[in-house]
């Protein structure tokens, strides 16, 4: 009996812990159309004097053969061979159906982030019928909201192992703020892997509609050609690891300039919420004012620039204020600033305390 693949083994899990079935996809042209979007997507490292087969077809039969319960290399290319008829409706299969020992080989050189990525891209599409259904696509924001966030796993360090300490799991994730679910992922062993880490995931993603907000680590020139790559936009927190740049942006936002923005449409917004048993004031600036700064050019789709100011009042009657920072490609429109400035996870800010 031959060997069963763990990767097909992997595929079938991460379709069972999504709830994903055969039923999902029947007869969903729309669907499938996105699924083969994000296959043809996938980095192609084959030499070309021996490339017979398209990669994106392979990645295609081998997740619908799955989703038919297929578990070995030989029972894909037994699926194929069944329904090339119906395969042909979406893809090309020049030479037509692969044999076992292509999916094996190419499907092992591919890194399961892609898996993942196209994973996701079913459970969104899901997510989006669900909605039409109910009649509520009204409800869903223009665009989404993705934050990039990287995370160490409570109790993964240890101080002894077999080869000394254990350092702490490290993580690097893109996450939907709008469906609440994790877009990418990478481990990463250091934390200050994180920033090349984060651009090799935004460089995999299709970000069209979407505002990709991070912490000041990765507001970098990179980090914004990556996003800018995949068509999105960003609202990227802004600090001390960009000292010249952060300055002359806090400069900027002198109490002239606030007033002035106050009272321009689209420029400003105030919020009061509860938080911490007392409540909070938040103040949201943001302006497409960027010709003062002499290396925008440096920055892809630079636009505007935001401030954040929040006043959190205490129970006992003391206060902390704190101002926030951001570089973003976006317009002047507070209300989707807010939303992208709400998504920064993690970001830091520079604080004048006062009680």
């Known amino acids: 009996m031959a060997k069963k693949s763990t990767r097909l083994e992997a595929l079938h899990n991460i379709f069972e812990e999504n709830g994903i079935s055969p039923d999902t996809i029947e007869l969903n042209d729309s669907l499938i159309q996105d699924i083969k979007k994000c296959a ?133 994730n893109v996450y939907s703020n709008d469906y609440g679910i994790c877009l990418a ?25 979407t505002i990709v907000t991070a912490d000041a680590m990765n507001c970098q020139k990179e980090t914004v050609a990556a996003i800018v790559s995949g068509k999105g936009d960003y609202v990227l927190a802004l600090k001390g690891n960009q000292q010249m740049f952060h300055e002359e942006v806090r400069a900027y936002f002198e109490e002239g300039v606030l007033e002035e923005l106050k009272g321009k449409e689209g420029c400003y917004k105030k919020t009061v919420e509860p938080e911490h048993g007392g409540s909070a004031v938040r103040e949201y600036y943001i302006t497409e004012e960027t010709g003062w700064y002499s290396e925008r050019g440096k920055w892809k789709k630079l636009r505007s620039f935001g401030m954040v100011h929040k006043v959190l009042k205490k ?24 939303r992208a400035a709400r998504g920064a996870l993690g970001s830091g800010s520079e604080s004048a305390l006062a009680s």
């Open 40 to 172: 043809d997507m996938v980095p192609d490292y084959r030499h070309p004097s021996y490339t017979k087969h398209l990669l994106g077809d392979i990645i295609m039969i081998v997740f619908f053969a799955v989703l038919g319960n297929a578990d070995e290399w030989g029972e894909i290319e037994s699926f194929a061979k069944r329904k090339e008829k119906w395969l042909r409706r979406y893809l090309e299969l020049p030479f037509g159906v692969p044999t076992d020992d292509t999916y094996r080989v190419v499907m092992g050189s591919i890194n399961t982030e892609h898996f993942y990525q196209v994973t996701v891209q079913m459970l969104l599409h899901m997510i989006e019928d669900i909605v039409s259904l109910s009649g509520k696509r009204d409800c869903i924001h223009e665009k989404s909201i993705v934050s990039v966030d990287g995370k160490e796993s409570r109790g993964s360090k240890r101080k002894s192992g077999e080869q000394g300490e254990v350092r702490a799991l490290q993580t690097l």
């Open 185 to 209: 992922q990478k481990f990463i062993e250091e934390k200050t892997n994180e920033i090349p880490a984060a651009q090799e995931l935004l460089r995999l993603m299709d970000l069209r509609d």
């Open 315 to 338: 129970a006992d009657g003391t206060k902390e204020e704190e101002y926030r920072y951001y570089i973003c490609s976006i317009g002047e429109d507070a209300d989707e600033f807010e």
